[in-house]
């Protein structure tokens, strides 16, 4: 039904909140950058209007080092669009200082907790291989 698919690799070794957090922060990162994804809308029975949703599945993903290396590698390489979240960030109050954070990383190498991507199925396969549905 869909020509692209949505992944988000978290990393397996955080606290509850820390991947609900990472999760939700990364899921806003790709609907920022998909705008042409997002559905309608909702309007409940009574006809109050609520927020659009991406219009497509975002599948969660439990990720170690390696399986997130890899993703950050080749969703640059192939040029997806990608949210990320480095373990320093847990250690911030706003956004300035998140992107601080994460521009302090090293470029080929940042310790990431979390990556988001969105792009053809075939290359997000391939990004998030060896990565197993989050639990």
């Given amino acids: 039904m869909f020509d692209t698919k949505v992944a988000i690799l978290v990393f397996d070794d955080l606290a509850i909140w820390q991947k609900l957090n990472v999760t ?3 899921a806003t990162g790709i609907a920022a950058e998909a705008p042409e994804a997002m559905g309608e809308p909702y309007e409940d029975a009574a006809g109050r209007e609520f927020a659009r949703l991406l219009g497509q599945p ?3 993903f439990a990720a170690g080092e390696s399986e997130l290396k890899r993703a950050h590698r080749i969703s640059g390489e192939k040029g997806l669009v ?7 960030m847990f250690s911030t109050g706003h956004d300035a200082a998140n992107r601080e954070a994460f521009k302090a990383e090293p470029a080929d190498a940042p310790d990431l907790v979390g990556i988001a991507i969105r792009g053809p199925k075939k ?3 391939k990004a998030i291989k060896g990565a197993k549905l989050h639990p």
């Fill in 24 to 26: 939700a922060f990364l």
């Fill in 58 to 60: 975002m599948l969660i």
């Fill in 82 to 88: 990608t949210a990320a979240y480095v373990r320093a």
């Fill in 123 to 125: 290359d997000v396969d």
